[in-house]
């Protein structure tokens, strides 16, 4: 029996700029602003941060590279649901969606979210004053849970952008392209205010600051290259939407390829700025290194425009998330694999209107019970494992499935496909050592969608 499908289509009215604001807007959250402190932390100088930076960068664009002949092929909401889906069956495909409905996409959200009070909080200190307790024990160690005026402010930011993304993805793509270039273009003015303010210095990119003992050399660079991972997490968002972007075949391999190269540069021109102003040490220091660097020149003022900055591109980067992420328990639905009213499509403004009103709610449910992070944390691994896996569907596909048309062919294959799987799986195994706890607890949320699969697939098959 075929899998139920939604009566009225989604539109097609995200053009290439909107893809490509999609790309570049998720990426670039909060990451840059403070992630070159873990790395430095971690490898000791500038020139193995910049490593770093490029072997995440090269990772990210192996994996946008093979995401392209994915996405082309098979221009289907839901993004790596449907990959999963067509190279493995329903079942991997399913454990895809039910993490990132319930942890990796909604934890995400609620990640950026709060960030984005916290900066927020630069101008408004009132907004992480506690503003009562909610009588359960969700608090740390079991006590009442501690709710805040900036909470509130994060839920209420989500719920609104799932409201806004409600009313037509043409709306959302509008604010995204927004939102994206006024990003770009802070960004872009802190990096030329900082190389050419004159108080830097080119004998800091020679200095280094000392790493701890604890750490081996490889157990340092992976983790500084989840840091630099995390910041460029993001660029495979855009194709979560690809039944909503005009002419799929060719402008969504230009978005991924185009966006992810942008990023890239972006990022390295901006840790350029950051060791010119501030030594390696000083780096090391900073939990808000971009702020620190703009203070360094501007005084206070320098580090309230950086704030200025990281709240636009993190309302970016969730808006992106908002757009993009509601697409996969839309997909599941419309496969009969979730709650059938998610599969609906709004029949005027021709969006997965309970698609993304159910992941903004759960989102913001995240916020305010503040355990979002440990979450995040805990999938990470699950998380790459399904990303090696998506990845090496290109592979596979071209196995099992050599007669589909494929617009873009990857490029470099089938080298590129295979490092990125050998990355993902060097990652993952550097994670389950490190961070075994972590890891299994991860992995147990994924598998506890197993019983929900079988009540689904069961009903559907009935």
Avoid at 79 to 88: D, K, M, P, Q, S
Avoid at 117 to 123: A, E, G, V, W
Avoid at 344 to 364: D, E, F, M, N, Q
Avoid at 368 to 393: C, E, K, N, P
Wanted: some cysteine.
């Amino acid at each position: 029996m075929s899998a139920p499908t939604a009566e009225i289509s989604l539109k097609r009215d995200l053009g290439l700029w909107s893809a490509i604001a999609i790309v570049i807007g998720t990426v670039i959250g909060s990451g840059i602003f403070i992630v070159p402190n873990t790395m430095i932390r971690n490898v000791g100088t500038p020139g193995m941060v910049f490593v770093v930076w490029i072997v995440g960068g090269f990772m990210s664009l192996s994996g946008a590279l093979t995401y392209a002949e994915l996405s082309a092929a098979l221009p289907g909401a839901g993004g790596e649901y449907v990959f999963l889906r067509e190279a493995y069956g329903p079942l991997w495909s399913f454990l895809y969606g039910w993490t990132q409905m319930w942890v990796a996409k909604s934890g995400s959200i609620a990640t950026l979210a709060t960030a984005f009070f916290l900066y927020l909080s630069n101008f408004h200190p009132e907004l992480r004053k506690p503003l009562g307790h909610i009588p359960i024990p969700l608090g740390e160690n079991g006590a009442p849970l501690e709710v805040s005026s900036g909470q509130l402010l994060a839920m209420a930011l989500i719920m609104a952008l799932g409201i806004l993304n409600y009313f037509g993805v043409k709306v959302g793509g509008n604010v995204q392209v927004l939102v994206t270039v006024c990003k770009v273009g802070l960004i872009a003015a802190v990096i030329v205010i900082g190389l050419g303010s004159g108080h830097g210095s080119l004998e800091n990119f020679g200095t280094s600051t000392p790493v701890s003992s604890a750490n081996g050399a490889v157990a340092a660079f992976f983790a500084a290259l989840v840091a630099a991972l995390w910041a460029y997490d993001g660029w495979n968002n855009v194709s979560m939407a690809a039944a909503e972007i005009e002419n799929p075949q060719r402008n969504l391999p230009r978005a991924l390829i185009g966006g992810t190269l942008a990023v890239m540069a972006i990022y390295l021109l901006a840790n350029v700025a950051y060791f010119y102003v501030l030594p390696a040490a000083s780096v090391a220091k900073s939990d808000l290194v971009a702020a620190d660097m703009m203070r360094q020149i501007f005084g206070d003022a320098g580090a309230k425009m950086v704030s200025v900055c990281a709240i636009i591109s993190i309302f970016a980067a969730l808006n992106g998330s908002i757009l993009t992420g509601s697409r996969v328990p839309y997909a599941m639905a419309v496969d009969g694999l979730f709650f059938r009213p998610v599969a609906k499509v709004h029949p005027h403004y021709r969006t997965p209107g309970a698609a993304i009103l159910a992941l903004s709610a759960w989102a913001a449910i995240l916020v305010l019970s503040g355990r979002y992070d440990q979450l995040f944390t805990y999938v990470i691994f699950a998380s790459w494992i399904l990303y090696g896996m998506t990845t090496a569907a290109v592979l596979v596909l071209r196995r099992k499935r050599p007669e589909m048309p494929r617009p873009y062919r990857t490029f470099g294959y089938p080298v590129i496909p295979i490092v990125f799987v050998l990355s993902a799986l060097g990652l993952v195994i550097s994670t389950l050592f490190n961070s075994p706890r972590e890891s299994i607890l991860g992995l147990s949320l994924v598998v506890a969608g197993l019983p929900f699969y079988y009540f689904w697939s069961t009903r559907r098959r009935v």
